[in-house]
């Protein structure tokens, strides 16, 4: 096992210490604002989600404690059906995918052994897009206009008739916000990903994780479009009276299900396949031995991608469309277990033949396999036509749901979490509270939403606000609402954790789990521009290779932002060219697409006026330098 | 708090028409719940096996792995030799996800059939419209002087075939009686079918299942399934129109509600009251409940209802209607006639 030294020479030293100087955000209030290095933005990126995690999940809670006994009046209808509608918005749109970009944008660059995330002001930009929706919805739900029609806001529930006043145009906008943040930062991601790698990672060198990431972001690109068409259709028939959904005026209120549906089911994966980069990051490392099947896990994620697009309308088996359609969906829908199966078997056949070290981060994992497989079982029965007609729309689905999104994806992001808070503080996370973060969180998740199937089963509907007793659903809840609270218990414990540990943790060191990849080669936590020397890839487990890094890349200049461009499949040197430095103009950007976004909940006309001043900041965000395009012109090298 | 003394009369509708299987998926009570149940318990063993399998094979792999710590040098030799043994079982296990799969596949197919394939001889044809937040029945006949309209609460023959045609007035609504069938959306601007029989007789309540806005919650309905004879009986009854043979004070009633808000939306045939936003009351009193399966219908919460609906169900579109006390107590009477 190698890694990359820590240099030794004083030239190297001084090199260090001016890349710092090149590649650091600038100091003091205005540096904040500047910001934009891919780390200090991710981890901005990364606090928020989880605040909006926490928000999400208080949300839920207050629910939880509404339905703990029938009848209950803790809270009233109409401010129930803004906390499921606020609970499923934030978690999906605020919490779920955004994090799963935020923790790629940090890890990307450093596993690709790349000094920065392409486009790093449009990330930037992205950030405070993301963080701007987000505190819109929060704004509006604190002065009691949240949204109230469903985080699917079907029409013509959500349209202009029955949802008067603008509580759903806070809705659309937040979707508008979040989905412009996402699909820049799939743009970042793409690009980083195939021309920013480390000499020698060819494609199918890529870390698992790097290609979930990958693959991912080529969804959003095809998935967010959509919803941003339906958001905006909606949008219109609210503010300026058009009638794409009203059947009244020739529209149709199926068009927003398909519409929704088509981005709403590869949003599913959208928010999975990350962590099944988690997870074979984790299994790999804590195994002491490679993923089995690197090529059967890469088809698998892309074949997952593929087919994510193909069974929306399992959402819509209660509508009237064609029984034969539905039977190819109920076809394609099964379909999509097989590379998820081909997933769990390589997996498992890596845990069989490895040596197991059981911290955290592989605690989490292993829950997945429990949870997971539970919710991707259940989502067979949802595929078929017959069940799911019987358990659609009921707490058998919420059940569902939650087993597939927190056993797939939360629970490897919380592994993930206690496997990369070393690399992003420099010191590891406690382990006994971890320990016990792990068996409260899964107890606590399977008391809660287990009893949540035979609820499904025994007739009760989801988003009821009560219900009454007396139809044998009142322990089943009872005990769904203790299970809740103890996930509660189970993230304060986390956060008492990171806060701890963030101070007084044990120094981790650039490689405190002896894994194989880039990012664990360079300091904890990493130097402003990742790598002293950027390493050479010499395999899929770098660190690994008996022979180590095998050479350092050398000649890019540490006095302005110079980077390596390598090619699309081979990763050969192309070229050198300059990324930006920090400026205040993608935070004022941001506030003026904001003014204009929340504008036009009022008025069509800030969509106008709003123009003008968006306007004048890209154009200044993109003013060129002469003195810095003439520094970079002159060390043009032309062959 | 005057809801919370109101809501604890939800249960007592609830136990009022708690028969034994209420609202339930898994206790079918006629042929294509039954089916649905069929096919539910084959996939159900199917994925509880798997699952198994999938569990031991994880358990297997943990308690037969060696142990390590992080200083463990990797073992990197499978980057350069293959795998046979290990390549085979994954081989072995996908192999045979996929057959359990397409099992699956056939058998829901097979079921999809069967749903829609059950005999339609004979059937009683309902028009059911959903409203932000009741249910419209409208019982359809060849013989234009039989059709009748009726609310919430359902009666059908056992084993005859139903036919409801579902639609909705304003909003998504899906109709849900888990006893007897799945889902159908109700949406508007479509016209959707759904065929159902009851083989058992009894009392089933069904729920709103699309969230359908503020109320969404108290959408319910009962269905009553009986022998043929009493079912027709019911229906005859359904047909007449409200006696004009009434006592003064029901007179005075009738009076109230034409004069008052109520004859703004109720319909009572044969008094003249024909509006249609809410529900025909010409038999409002031969029902089980009020409010869409939310009350007990008696004669107290009947007066809770018509002078303070928002404090039962709140957002409902029914009025509060001022009334004195002998107003009320006129009406009530008068709404007592029509059985």
Known sequence: MTTITTPTHTGQRDSARQLEQTWRDPPGLYGWFAAINHKTIAVRFMLTTFGFFVAGGVLALIMRLQLARPENTLVGPDFYNQLFTMHGTTMMFLFAVPVMQAVGSYLVPLMLGARSLAFPRMNAFAYWIFLFGGLMLYVAFLLDIGPDAGWFAYVPLSGPDYSPGKRVDFWAQLVTFTELSALLEAVILITTIFKMRAPGMTLNRMPLYVWTMLVTSFMVLFAMPSVMLASTALITDRLVGTHFYNPAEGGDALLWQHLFWFFGHPEVYLIFIPPLGFMSSIIATFSRRPIYGYPAMVLAVIATAFLAFGLWVHHMYATNIPELGKSFFTASSAMIAIPTAIQIFCWIATLWTGKLNFRTPLLFALGFFFILTLGGLTGIILASVALDLQVHDTYFVVAHLHYVLIGGAVFPLFGAFYYWFPKFTGRLLGETLGKWNFWLFFIGFNVSFFPMHLLGLAGMPRRVWTYPAGMGWDQMNLAATVGGMMIGASVLLFIINVLRSRRHGVPAGPNPWGAGTLEWGTDSPPPAGNFVAPPVCGGRYPLWEPDGVPAHVTGLADDRREILVTTLMDAVPDLRPVMPSPNIWPFLSAVAVTILFVGSIFTPWAVVWGAVPIAIGMTLWFWPRSRETRKNAASEVHP | ?339
């Not at chain 2, 029945?137 to 084993?159: C, M, Q, S, W």
Request: glycine residues 6%.
């Open chain 2, 1 to 339: 708090m005057k809801r919370i003394a109101a809501l604890p009369v939800l249960s007592l509708a609830g136990a009022a028409a708690m028969a034994a299987p209420f609202q339930n998926a898994l206790k079918p009570a006629g042929i294509q719940a039954e089916r649905i149940h069929d096919l539910w318990l084959l996939t159900v063993g199917i994925c509880s096996v798997v699952f198994a399998a999938v569990l031991v094979a994880l358990l297997l792999a943990l308690s037969r792995a060696g142990r390590s710590d992080a200083a463990t040098p990797p073992d990197v030799a499978s980057l350069a030799a293959p795998e046979p043994r290990l390549k085979r079982n994954v081989l072995l296990a996908v192999g045979a996800s996929i057959a359990l799969l397409l099992v699956l596949i056939v058998a829901d197919f097979q079921t999809d059939r069967l749903l829609g394939r059950m005999p339609l001889s004979d059937a009683v044809h309902i028009e059911v419209t959903a409203h932000q937040w009741w249910w419209e029945a409208r019982y359809n006949d060849p013989e234009p002087g039989k059709i009748f309209t009726t609310a919430n609460e359902l009666h059908i023959p056992v084993g005859r075939p139903v036919i409801m045609t579902l639609k909705s007035s304003d909003v998504i609504h899906t109709f849900w009686l888990p006893n007897l069938h799945g889902k159908k959306d109700m949406i508007p601007g479509r016209t959707s079918l759904i065929r159902l029989r009851a083989d058992q007789p009894g009392t089933y309540r069904g729920q709103c299942a699309e969230f359908c806005g503020l109320e969404h919650a108290m959408m319910a309905f009962l269905v009553t399934a009986e022998p043929n004879d009493r079912y027709e009986a019911w229906a005859d009854a359904q047909r007449r129109e409200a006696s004009n043979v009434l006592s003064a004070r029901e007179s005075r009633g009738r009076q109230v509600f034409m004069e008052r808000s109520c004859v703004m939306c109720h319909t009572v045939q044969g008094s003249g009251a024909n509006a249609v936003f809410g529900p025909d009351l010409t038999h409002v009193a031969s029902r089980q409940t009020l409010a869409s399966g939310v009350l007990p219908n008696n004669r107290q919460q009947m007066a809770a209802w018509v002078t303070q609906p928002q404090k039962l169900k709140p957002g409902t579109n029914m009025p509060a209607t001022k009334l004195s006390g002998e107003e009320l107590e006129a009406l009530l009477d008068y709404l007592g006639t029509l059985k």
